[in-house]
């Protein structure tokens, strides 16, 4: 393995190479950098003019330029960093960390989303193909993936943020409004269930029941603006979080796993019992990490002590549960500080830039405002990759169950749930690696058109703006990330074939 990465990094920096020059004069060539001088009505515009011409190096021939570009990169390796100016004189390398963050911010969490519940989906509407679930899903894809993106980023400005921040000033529902979404929910819920005419009949009634009393209680008890979710209700979903991971991963009859999962549930809400003072009155992004750290090894701990026989696998789903309890722990702090987070931005939910100008709240206040900065690029770019994702997943999926290997293996009396998961999943899992590796690796150029809808200064618009300019330093240094994250990607990719197939190792 280790003689075939070498071999792959080898040829791809040769690719990277030939690319890189190939990128840079098209760049010099692709117009005049000096256009807007030239047009200029300016008293010192020959001044500016030479002072341009110097800083950009115009004079110097072109193999020169990109060769002074390729010792800067190579300075990299040796902590001496140079990818040179920009067309106005700032510093490139410090634009590209500028813009890689907020690339970064903006898509990873999108990303992760997508492909969790992209794959989910996919899974489930393949197992239940041509149910009233798969008819829905397989709808909402082609709604979502045929979708413009500016369009639906224009539908979300106005619905999603502008009509919403006008609501949350009162923030009550409507008695009409409640029987209209209830009986929305009521229709749809039952329809994606499936099942007799009696069966959704009474899902449906039940679905409007529930719907109904409980946006009322939430009006009387004014949940909207001072929600309240509590260590109670932390540990109700962190336990359910754990039973349906147990599950999934080794069956419910696996008592020592079950055990080791609500016991996990409840050392994590017993931990945030204790540290919440701490959480609340002393924040900071270095005491999350170190609990998180110390969380995850805690819930490890916990699995390797009730693993018994099947220890890696206990411990597996200790671990994805204590991740499902920190981060409920998290959700819970944000919850309780929405009120006061209003009480500093009356309009939450931010339709341009990354950041609120001048922020004055404190440490929750303000990861409140970078999540509502984020949220509706992070709801836009979610949909179009689910969207893909789950139609890829359920064709693969599909074609795995229908494998001789698959028959087999139910023909032996195991249980739905081994097929799937043990069986099925895993060698679904191979082409949809190839699509999220390249899919990820394209997102880390950054997403051009989210950018400039919801004004984000990412990857996209250094790209942009250094294209305009004919400035081939800021176009050389998105090449140079996009172009590394494709070939670490696809090695990412390499690996994952390897773990999920044996054979490949060979």
Not at 145 to 167: C, D, G, R
Not at 328 to 355: C, E, Y
Not at 362 to 373: A, C, I, R, S
Request: net charge positive; glycine share 8%.
């Amino acid at each position: 393995m280790l003689k075939f990465i070498l071999r792959r990094i080898g040829a791809s920096a040769l690719v990277l190479l030939g690319a890189s020059l190939l990128v840079f004069v098209l760049t010099i060539n692709s117009g005049d950098p000096l256009k807007d001088l030239r047009e200029s009505n300016s008293p010192n515009r020959a001044t500016l003019i030479a002072e341009r011409i110097e800083r950009m190096r115009l004079d110097d021939p072109w193999y020169e330029r990109y060769w002074d570009w390729l010792k800067g990169v190579g300075g990299c390796f040796t902590g001496n960093c140079d990818l040179g100016v920009n067309v106005n004189g700032v510093d490139v390398l410090t634009l590209t960390q500028q813009a890689a963050s907020s690339t970064l911010r903006l898509v990873t969490v999108a990303t992760l989303l997508a492909i969790f519940i992209g794959v989910a989906l996919g899974i489930l509407t393949a197992i239940r193909q041509y149910s009233g679930f798969d008819y829905s899903i397989t709808f909402a894809a082609f709604l979502f993936f045929s979708l413009p993106v500016f369009w639906a980023a224009t539908l979300l400005k106005e619905y999603a943020a502008i009509q919403y921040n006008t609501w949350i000033a009162v923030g009550q529902y409507a008695p009409w409004t409640i029987v209209i979404v209830a009986l929305v929910a009521a229709f749809l819920l039952p329809a994606v269930l499936g099942g007799a005419r009696k069966r959704r009949l009474i899902t449906g009634a039940i679905v409007f029941g529930f719907v109904t009393v409980m946006l009322f209680v939430f009006n009387a008890l004014d949940w909207w603006r001072n929600p309240m979710f509590g260590i109670g209700g932390v540990l109700l979903v962190s336990a359910a979080a754990g039973v349906l991971v147990t599950a999934l991963i080794a069956g419910l009859r696996n008592r020592r796993a079950l055990y080791a999962a609500l016991t996990t549930a409840v050392v994590g809400v017993a931990a945030y019992w204790f540290t919440a003072p701490m959480l609340v009155n002393q924040p900071s992004w270095l005491l999350l990490a170190v609990l998180f750290v110390v969380a995850i090894a805690v819930s490890v701990a916990i699995g390797a002590a009730w693993g018994g026989y099947a220890r890696k696998q206990v411990m597996l789903i200790t671990g994805i549960t204590g991740v499902i309890t920190s981060s409920l722990v998290v959700a819970d702090i944000l919850i309780a500080h929405w009120a006061s987070f209003l009480s500093v931005k009356s309009r939450p939910i931010s339709t341009i830039g990354s950041q609120t100008p001048n922020f004055t709240g404190g440490f929750w206040e303000q990861v409140l405002d970078m999540g509502t900065q984020i949220l509706l690029p992070t709801i836009l770019l979610a949909l179009v990759s689910v969207a893909s994702y789950s139609r890829y997943t359920r064709s693969s999926m599909l074609e795995t169950l229908n494998q001789d290997y698959v028959r087999t293996a139910r023909s032996k009396g195991l249980s739905e749930r081994e097929v799937i998961v043990k069986h099925a999943f895993r060698n679904a899992l191979i082409p949809i690696t190839t699509i999220i590796a390249f899919d990820f690796a394209g997102i880390i150029g950054g997403a051009v058109i989210t950018e400039q809808v919801f004004g984000w200064k990412g990857m996209g618009a250094l790209f942009q703006d250094g294209l305009n300019a004919v400035d081939p330093a800021p176009v050389m240094a998105f090449f140079l990330v996009t172009g590394i994250a494709a070939v670490v990607m696809n090695l990412v990719a390499d690996i994952a074939y390897a773990a999920l197939d044996p054979r490949i190792r060979r």
